[in-house]
C-alpha cells in the first residue's frame, strides 16, 4: 500500500509545481498589463492637455487677429457670342 501513497505524492508536487508556474506567470502578465495602462493613461492625459492647450491658443490667436471683411463679389458679366 505505500506505493500508491508515494504515487499520489509524486502526482501532487507536478500539479503543484505547474500551479506555482502558472501563478507565476498570471501575476508576471497582470504586472505587465498594469504597466501598459499606467503609461496608457499617462499618454491620454499627456494628450488631453496637449489638446486643450492648442484650443486655448488658437482662441487667443483668433481673438488678437483683425478681423477681416469679405471682399465684395464681383458681378459676372456675361460675355456676347
Known amino acids: 500500500m505505500a506505493e500508491p501513497?508515494?504515487?499520489?505524492?509524486?502526482t501532487g508536487t507536478t500539479f503543484t509545481a505547474s500551479e506555482a508556474r502558472d501563478a507565476m506567470?498570471?501575476?508576471?502578465?497582470?504586472a505587465e498589463r498594469n504597466a501598459f495602462e499606467a503609461k496608457t493613461?499617462?499618454?491620454?492625459?499627456?494628450?488631453?492637455a496637449k489638446e486643450a492647450a492648442d484650443a486655448a491658443q488658437a482662441i487667443k490667436?483668433?481673438?488678437?487677429?483683425?478681423?477681416?471683411?469679405?471682399?465684395?463679389k464681383?458681378?459676372?458679366?456675361?460675355?456676347?457670342r
Not at 506567470?25 to 497582470?30: D, G, H, M
Open 25 to 30: 506567470v498570471k501575476k508576471a502578465l497582470e
Open 61 to 72: 490667436l483668433a481673438a488678437e487677429a483683425p478681423a477681416l471683411k469679405a471682399a465684395p
Open 5 to 10: 501513497d508515494i504515487a499520489r505524492r509524486k
Open 41 to 48: 493613461a499617462k499618454l491620454r492625459a499627456l494628450r488631453l
Open 74 to 80: 464681383k458681378k459676372a458679366t456675361a460675355k456676347p
